[in-house]
């Protein structure tokens, strides 16, 4: 499902490049990583470190297939959401 919602042809970009975008990226990530952490407490570092890589693999995808503009503020709001639960849920 968020797949879907970081590739669906939307605008949510303000003109300065920090508005509601870079909260939808913070908070999907913390949810990706709350549910996450909970399905694999064992494994919290591997989760962590995969759902890392799908924030930087989405900004690629939605570059270069979707359309969308690369913006890496968006792989750094979503990996400051995930840190937040990881750190948060120790």
Known sequence: MSFILFVAP???ETPSGYGVD???HFF???ALGYYG???Y???RSTVFVVLVFYAL???HL???YFGRT???YDSIAGIAGLATIYLHRK
Request: aromatic letters at 12%.
């Open 10 to 12: 939307v605008r949510t």
């Open 22 to 24: 870079k909260a939808v």
């Open 28 to 30: 999907i990530f913390a």
């Open 37 to 39: 952490f909970l399905a």
């Open 41 to 43: 407490r064992e494994n």
């Open 57 to 59: 693999l989405v900004e």
């Open 62 to 64: 939605q570059n270069r």
């Open 70 to 72: 690369l913006d890496w």
